[in-house]
């Protein structure tokens, strides 16, 4: 194929321009899962520049005129101010400004999008989302490869020095719960370290991919071998979470496919109670015959209300105990703090000291836990009225989706909301280029552009 043809194929302009290398570097930045850190940096640096270079060539300066868009663009600009006010009161500015450089893409990122929005047709919008899939199903096949080459990670014995670490005696006085536990953990170990991406953020980005292959499976027509091949991905990416025990990612899918389901009435009710017991029979067979997958569950109903062990005594620490000591904290320190805030720079330091002094597990010392909510981390860096605004952004996001009959978007925009219960998701690169990306699917949507 010639190069114009690689140009008409993308959408670009037949000549080299500015919009063309900005263009480029939008779907560049789509792929940012298999780009490092680094190059992520750099990225975002030029493609910004770029797109305000565009802006300026253009002569011409979009004013916003949709209601609902304006909405968007204003609460999450003001959630992000207020968050920056905070520094007027918070004693480790330093840190301050270093998350809030962290979480500046969340508005750059849209705001350059729908500055230019005029580059972006259906057709580009598309392939950015495709490019995004695509670049998602690169990085689990990589790491279901290297699983592969490394599968002792899943049958070896537990090693003396996980036993002493967990603080356990014997080998033969350890339950079996106890030594899955410690499998995961290796395995989740594992994973982060080679892909440097949590589970958790990985089980957002494939939870997009679920949706996406499945709305076209139905509302496309695709031959035989295309319908195989988007059924494959989509089994693969739930086997993927299951086995690195991305739960809420996996109970947000399920949720929000649910609920996507009965708003925009692809199917009737008959329909929808059946896929609902297909859905339920799945999970229960997962249950029963993926051991990890129940031991998974049932740490969480033995552990939902207890603490780690205090003192050297540590070996029953789990996820699921750890985050009721963080709740717990970020409860304590949200009560005393909702009107104003700590400041975005000091809060760390108090969830920390409370972990020290209110339950004294050492796990909470080996590394920072933060609130592991979204919305608590807006109220206790910056108070109610940051929170008010984060909502207030929310909710003009679903105004919209709904408004288009977007049902690809709404689901993203539910899972989002729902793993938000649980994880900061704009404090680590990965959440924030996903959110900052998925906020502008949304403002480049308009009524004749209904689906990504």
Not at 100 to 116: A, G
Not at 192 to 203: A, E, M, R, W
Not at 441 to 452: D, F, M, P, R, Y
């Amino acid at each position: 194929m010639k190069l114009n043809n690689y140009k008409y194929l993308f959408g670009l302009q037949s000549e080299f321009s500015i919009n063309s290398l900005f263009l480029i570097c939008s779907y560049v930045l789509s792929i940012f899962p298999i780009l490092s850190f680094g190059i992520r940096s750099i990225l975002i640096a030029v493609w910004g520049f770029l797109g305000i270079l565009c802006l300026i060539r253009s002569y011409s300066y979009p004013i916003i005129t949709d209601k609902t868009d304006k909405s968007i663009i204003v609460f999450l600009s003001t959630s992000f101010i207020f968050l920056i006010f905070s520094l007027w009161y918070t004693e480790n500015i330093s840190d301050g400004v270093k998350r809030l450089i962290q979480m500046f893409p969340i508005v750059l990122i849209p705001l350059i999008f729908y500055l230019n929005k005029q580059i972006f047709t259906k057709q580009r919008i598309d392939w950015i989302a495709n490019l995004f899939c695509l670049s998602v199903i690169i990085f689990v096949l990589y790491q279901v490869l290297c699983l592969g080459f490394n599968f002792d990670i899943l049958t070896n014995d537990l090693s003396l020095i996980e036993i002493k670490r967990n603080n356990l005696h014997h080998l033969n006085n350890i339950s079996q719960d106890q030594i899955q536990q410690i499998k995961i953990r290796r395995l989740r170990s594992f994973i982060t370290k080679l892909v440097d991406s949590h589970p958790i953020y990985q089980g957002l980005w494939m939870s997009f991919v679920i949706y996406f292959n499945f709305h076209k499976l139905k509302f496309n027509s695709n031959s035989a071998t295309q319908k195989i091949f988007r059924v494959f991905i989509i089994l693969l990416m739930f086997f993927w979470m299951v086995l690195i025990s991305s739960r809420m990612p996996l109970i947000a899918t399920f949720i929000a496919g649910i609920i996507t389901i009965i708003i925009f009435k692809h199917y009737n009710f008959k329909m929808v109670i059946l896929l609902g017991c297909i859905s339920l029979g799945c999970f229960c067979l997962l249950f029963v015959t993926l051991k990890p997958m129940q031991t998974r569950f049932e740490e969480i109903l033995d552990n939902i209300f207890v603490f780690p062990t205090k003192g050297n005594d540590i070996y029953n620490y789990n996820s699921t105990n750890v985050r009721a000591g963080i709740y717990y904290c970020s409860g304590i320190v949200a009560k005393d703090n909702w009107l104003f805030g700590l400041g975005i720079g000091d809060v760390q330091e108090n969830l920390s000291k409370c972990y020290d002094q209110k339950i004294g597990a050492k796990i909470y010392q080996w590394q920072d836990y933060n609130s592991h909510n979204q919305y608590l981390f807006f109220l206790i860096s910056s108070g109610i009225v940051t929170l008010f605004s984060f909502c207030c952004f929310l909710f003009y996001c679903f105004r919209k989706v709904i408004i288009l009959g977007n049902a690809s978007l709404f689901y993203a925009l539910t899972v989002i909301c729902i793993v938000m219960l649980t994880e900061n998701i704009i404090s680590r690169s990965d959440g924030v280029l996903f959110f900052g990306l998925y906020t502008s699917l949304i403002l480049l949507s308009i009524k004749n552009k209904t689906e990504i």
